[in-house]
């Protein structure tokens, strides 16, 4: 089965500071990938995606991520860390009922 | 442009009351529709999905239900909360599906679920 994997639970970083959120996919042929952003008690909000092209893709917010075949791995980047970005971020891989999410990565960010 | 709404945002109920959980779209015609569950600490658990009015198949048995009698309507049912129905719950949306290809899935503010 599809999986998902972020190695890192819990991330902190200083606030002006870049940042790379990792994100690993098992086999498939076309991965579909996504990275998603949760704040507390909020809904799942859309970072960016990758379908196909450019495996460098820009987000909203000032995030990319890159996705690098040979590793199977999707990171999340973002140069300089807001004080706004501490959140929960999940990275996910699928389409329609075989949508499937990692664990999710928390960051902090310290003033 | 595209908006989803999922009421009420919190709830409280005791164990063995029944719930109504209900989520709406706008601005898309014949999207598919999802319901997701978030425990304290855990991932997404995708508990149900449907494709059209009446088309609804359920990921994960349990004592849950789901109805959709709408074209962007989709309701989140129990006859009887256990304790561990408690949980954020979320509702997404996605364009139809072409063969093979890609879907975005788009979600709601979610409803915070405390069973007591």
Known sequence: AQSVTQPDIHITV???ASLELRCNYSYGATPYLFWYVQSPGQGLQLLLK???GDTLV???KGFEAEFK???????????????????????????????V???GTRLSVLP | SQTIHQ????LVQPVGSPLSLECTVEGTSNPN????RQAAGRGLQLLFYSVGIGQISSEVPQNLSASRPQDRQFILSSKKLLLSDSGFYLCAWSAPLLAGGPDTQYFGPGTRLTVL
């Open chain 2, 33 to 36: 529709l999802y319901w997701y």
């Open chain 1, 69 to 99: 075949r040979s590793q199977s791995s999707f990171n999340l980047r973002k140069p300089s860390v807001h004080w706004s970005d501490a959140a929960e971020y999940f990275c996910a891989r699928g389409r329609g009922q075989n949508f």
């Open chain 1, 50 to 52: 990758y379908f196909s």
């Open chain 1, 58 to 60: 820009q987000g909203i």
């Open chain 1, 14 to 16: 200083s606030e002006g």
């Open chain 1, 101 to 103: 999410f990692g664990p």
């Open chain 2, 7 to 10: 009421w009420p945002a919190t």
